[in-house]
């Protein structure tokens, strides 16, 4: 069954620094979102992306966040300057037009 | 989106069938009944979908009155490995489109025990 990848499954960053988290999505699919969970909350929503753009952010997505498709394969997000309140698993998910969402199994970011 | 309440937690044996019921009073016309289930450090997982009435798959059915205020995973002989937290979200059919982002509740922790 294809599944969506994440890499990689760690990342351990200074605070301050930049930090990639990447995502292969599953093939065909069309749309693209991110979503994170703090230690012992909820999953939240990030942001959706569909057609090489932005479809729909939450408050959480702010300047210092951004979003790339820079092929036909990887999804990436990134944190500028990264903070202390960063850390958090970061879930990337796909879907087809009209279809649930699959999601994969998350990059754990620690930021120091 | 519509509000969904579900218990935060359930206790079930090995063998047993569970019944986890998620109320959405405000549920909308446009709105499916999704449920997803997930194991510490992983991604949530979707487990079913439905609209209205019964669905079932492999892996467990969903009950959906006709109201549709309220729906009810059924999840048949559990095992140890079906521990988890299991979410149920309502939201609009266009999941995959601009108004597709997921809404997710603390969820049902549900613990299987031999």
């Known amino acids: 069954e294809p599944e969506v990848t994440q890499t990689p499954s760690h990342q351990v960053t200074q605070m301050g620094q930049e930090v990639i988290l990447r995502c292969v999505p599953i093939?065909?699919?069309?749309?693209f979102y991110w979503y994170r969970q703090i230690l012992g909350q909820k999953v939240e929503f990030l942001v959706s992306?569909?057609?090489?753009?932005?479809?729909?952010k939450s408050e959480i997505f702010d300047d210092q966040f951004s979003v790339e498709r820079p092929d036909g394969s990887n999804f990436t997000l990134k944190i500028r300057s990264t903070k202390l309140e960063d850390s958090a698993m970061y879930f990337c998910?796909?879907?087809?037009?009209?279809?649930?969402?699959?999601f994969g199994d998350g990059t754990r970011l620690s930021i120091l | 989106l519509a509000k969904t309440t579900q218990p935060i937690s359930m206790d079930s044996y090995e063998g047993q069938e569970v019944n986890i019921t998620c109320s959405h009073n405000n549920i909308a016309t446009n709105d499916y009944i999704t449920w997803y289930q997930q194991f510490p450090s992983q991604g949530p997982r979707f487990i079913i979908q439905?609209?209205?009435t019964k669905v079932t798959n492999e892996v467990a059915s969903l009950f959906i009155p006709a109201d549709r205020k309220s729906s009810t995973l059924s999840l048949p002989r559990v095992s140890l490995s079906d521990t988890a937290v299991y979410y149920c979200?309502?939201?609009?059919?266009?999941?995959?489109?601009?108004?597709?982002?997921?809404?997710f509740g603390k969820g049902t922790k549900l613990s299987v025990k031999p």
């Open positions: 093939s065909n699919h069309l749309y």
């Open positions: 998910a796909s879907s087809l037009q009209d279809q649930p969402q699959h």
């Open positions: 979200l309502v939201g609009d059919v266009g999941y995959g489109g601009s108004q597709g982002n997921l809404i």
């Open positions: 439905g609209y209205k």
């Open positions: 992306f569909y057609n090489n753009e932005i479809s729909e």
